[in-house]
């Protein structure tokens, strides 16, 4: 085509799948918000899951209380998948879910309504995240172990190429290595070993005949995370794509051209967003969604874009649309798409992008050495935790700068909105609601059909057979998704993956990490035995990179800090507390549901006769909430913006010592 001065121009190509990740409190309010999204130009679906949903619990197990509908939608039945999908063509949508442990489950509900209504199973296109190894290392929604989750990926690669072709059965997901604290180097190797491994299963299977590999190896697809820094992220995406086609031809053989193109979508580095000067936020977000669609040769598949003040709190649908907006001004307004690769035959690029291929070779190379990602599990948290540790110390130092947090930090009031409606909230009353409608889903069921689908399930499983239809005949029949999880739970086992936190932490001679430890050493001298901290994730959040970092800089110092991990309920908490004698007890909680958590909590260390012992909350916690949490007797309520972790350790030690020593 040429414009009005008869220059020649490319034809502008199509823009990327825009998408924003959403749902919340019940199936029919997620449709609902669905369904305007859409209206307003959204042209794909991101499901956000709730937590008992993501670790296959129904509503009324111990460890759902306090988190149904809290970050994402529940679907407990195939009635909550009928409703979430209401008014929405299967066949036209395309659909991503952020599941991981009950993949399969999701997806055998999604087809179970596919065929209730008429739909072509060959239609229906979409991914199912399903990275486990990610899950191991940073997001923490796991259940079974390495080697049967790895199988029940494989089951779903192996179903879902025939089956449903346009499916993405598994999409490594590199974007929480990155919230962990994962350099590019290791997003690019730990992401790559973990498609090497599930591909190595594949084939180990004997079920996909050799002529079908590149198929195979063409519907996995990856969901990475796009930093501030959007220079060495562009560079990131151009060495994925190399790196890719470079695995798939030397170790797999595959020669499709096609089947060996880098298929990735995006949702852009929440990390980086900052609770102080929100409205910040924007900018960020901005930058980092140009880091994966500035180069053609590397450009996304699909984008979804935080909201401005994600960092506080659930997005309401206004800040949806600012962010869906700000990828059609991107796609619509700029020249953007009418240009091939603006950045082919930069020196500068390709020598950035050299520079991390070799860096992600070298550790692909150790992980290999080791066994390859099953394996190599705990080296990579503990990787993954040290790089943490040193992104932090240089946000405290200065040396990274944050604007708003550690620099610049002079502000005037911000007229977008704060305090009551400027973030949404989940009415606590829905839990009850979704506990009274399980129940009448059990009630109304089959009872025997529903028994004897799980006792194919549970056959198929133990027999080494393929899960995904007995999967669809479970959703059919009635089945939950807790009576699924607690079938293979049973068949095998469940799993505690590695905190990455070493017994000692060394340190560098920081200045003020060493005035922390000579108050801790005065402190527990005082005591006469070691200030002992016991950190607690109680219910199912699993984001633990703030508790590792906390448990870190605690040992650093010299406390004994008890940290098992995640996944505990009020009770062992405080039975872990009990049992080493605790000083303070620390609760991480980022879901949302602090207030029922941290109150039950409180309560079995009473019953312990633990009243003494020192309480801090550490979360995304509104101003009101953590005036609540002061008033049953919290000692201390941590947030984002607290962001100096040797200080906050340093706060602890003096309401250990007032406590515990400081008499009147």
């Known amino acids: 085509m040429t414009d009005a001065a008869g220059n020649y121009q490319h034809a502008p190509e199509e823009p990327w799948i825009f998408r924003t990740y959403a749902g919340h409190s019940t199936a029919k309010k997620s449709n609902e918000l669905y369904r305007l999204n859409l209206s307003k130009g959204q042209t794909g679906l991101s499901i956000a899951f709730d937590l008992p949903t993501q670790t296959a619990y129904d509503a009324d197990h111990i460890l759902a209380k306090g988190e149904v509908g809290k970050v994402g939608v529940p679907v407990k039945h195939l009635g909550d998948m009928r409703e979430l999908f209401a008014e929405l063509p299967l066949e036209k949508m395309n659909t991503s879910m952020t599941i991981n442990a009950p993949a399969a489950w999701m997806l055998a509900l999604y087809v179970a309504l596919a065929d209730e209504r008429g739909d072509n199973r060959a239609k229906l296109r979409g991914t199912t995240q399903n990275d486990i190894v990610k899950e191991y290392l940073s997001r923490g929604t796991y259940v079974f172990p390495p080697e049967p989750s790895l199988r029940l990926i494989a089951d779903m690669v192996t179903w879902c190429y025939t089956e449903v072709p346009k499916w993405n059965p598994m999409n490594v997901c590199s974007y929480h290595l990155q919230e962990a604290g994962a350099t590019p180097e290791q997003e690019l190797a730990y992401a790559l070993a973990t498609a090497i491994a599930v591909l190595d299963t594949v084939k180990a299977g004997g079920h996909v005949p050799d002529a079908d590999f590149d198929t195979v190896f063409g519907r996995i697809s990856f969901f990475v995370n796009a930093g ?175 604007i708003g947090v550690n620099s610049y930090t002079e502000t005037e009031e911000s007229p977008l909105g704060s305090g009551d409606g400027a973030i949404m909230t989940v009415d606590p009353a829905e839990e009850a609601a979704q506990v009274r409608d399980l129940k009448a889903w059990r009630s109304a069921r089959d009872a ?98 703030g508790a590792e970092q906390i448990a870190a800089r605690g040992r650093a110092a010299g406390m004994q800090v008890i940290y098992e991990g995640i996944r505990f309920t009020p009770a062992e908490i405080a039975a872990q507390a009990k049992e080493a004698k605790a000083h303070v007890v620390g609760l991480s909680i980022l879901s949302g549901s602090h207030l029922d958590l941290v109150r039950e909590t409180v309560a079995e260390l009473r019953k312990l006769g633990l009243e003494n012992v020192q309480v801090v909350v550490g979360g995304i916690i509104p101003p009101e909430d953590a005036r609540a949490l002061k008033q049953m007797g919290i000692a201390r309520v941590y947030t984002p913006k607290d962001f100096k972790i040797t200080e906050i350790m340093s706060d602890v030690t003096a309401l250990v010592e007032k406590a515990w020593l400081v008499k009147g």
């Open 448 to 545: 025997k059909a529903a028994e004897a689908a799980l006792a194919e399930l549970r056959a198929a499983a133990s027999e080494g057979r393929n899960i995904m239809e007995p999967s669809i005949t479970c959703a059919k029949a009635g089945v939950t998704t807790g009576e699924w999880g607690t079938v293979l739970r049973e068949v095998f086992g469940e799993f505690r993956a590695p905190t990455g936190v070493a017994a000692v932490i060394a340190t560098k001679g920081e200045e003020d990490v060493e005035a922390l430890k000579a108050e801790v050493e005065r402190v527990s001298k005082a005591l006469g035995r070691t200030l002992t901290y016991v950190l607690g994730k109680p219910g199912l959040d699993g984001h633990s990179n």
């Open 228 to 402: 501030v820094r959007f220079v060495t992220e562009l560079c990131k995406m151009r060495a994925f794509v190399d790196l890719w086609e470079e695995i798939g031809r030397e170790r797999y053989g595959v020669i499709d051209p096609k089947a060996l193109l880098f298929r990735y979508g995006v949702q852009v580095n929440s990390l980086g967003l900052t609770e102080p000067q929100p409205e910040n936020n924007v900018y960020r977000i901005l930058l980092e969604a140009l880091a994966v669609t500035l180069s053609k040769r590397a450009r996304c598949r699909a984008l979804q874009l935080p909201a401005w003040n994600e960092a506080m709190g659930l997005p309401r649908p206004w800040d949806q649309q600012w962010s869906l907006r700000l990828q059609q001004i991107l796609a619509y307004e700029t020249d953007l798409l009418e240009f091939e690769d603006i950045f082919d035959g930069s020196h500068v690029i390709e020598a950035k992008t050299n520079e991390l291929k070799v860096k992600a070779r070298a550790t692909l190379a150790k992980i290999d050495a080791l066994g390859g990602a099953k394996e190599s599990i705990a080296f990579m948290k503990e990787s993954l935790v040290d790089a943490h540790v040193e992104r932090i110390r240089a946000i405290e130092s200065g040396a990274l700068k944050v």
